[in-house]
Nanobody, 116 residues
Framework: VQLVESGGGLVQSGGSLRLSCAAS????????MSWYRQAPGKARELVAS????????DYADSVKGRFTISRDNAKNTVYLQMNSLKPEDTAVYSC??????????WGQGTQVTVSP
């Protein structure tokens, strides 16, 4: 099982990034997918989640209207489009696959840094 994030980097405030998480080794379409982030010294935070067929999405209040989660089950990939980035969005972003209690997988994370 692998979840491999990509697309992180350094961007100026107000800029955009698109994160990708490529999945392999499990039935991707059966898993709800989420993006989490963790800033230094802070607890991990749920950023966005999407249901198995992409119809149900949910966002943290802090990113509503700026971030969009989507998935392509044919490509076994989940995306996070991040617009109007702010310095407080700086964190390590990780994707999560979940199908039930005790049955979830995590990626290794990708760093997003937003400069003022």
């Amino acid at each position: 099982v692998q979840l491999v994030e990509s697309g992180g980097g350094l961007v100026q405030s107000g800029g955009s990034l698109r994160l990708s998480c490529a999945a392999s080794g499990f039935t991707f379409s059966s898993y709800a997918m989420s993006w989490y982030r963790q800033a230094p010294g802070k607890a991990r935070e749920l950023v966005a989640s999407i249901g198995t067929v992409g119809g149900n999405t949910d966002y943290a209040d802090s990113v509503k209207g700026r971030f969009t989660i989507s998935r392509d089950n044919a490509k076994n990939t989940v995306y996070l489009q991040m617009n109007s980035l702010k310095p407080e969005d700086t964190a390590v972003y990780s994707c999560n696959a979940w199908v039930g209690a005790g049955n979830e997988y995590w990626g290794q994370g990708t760093q997003v840094t937003v400069s003022p």
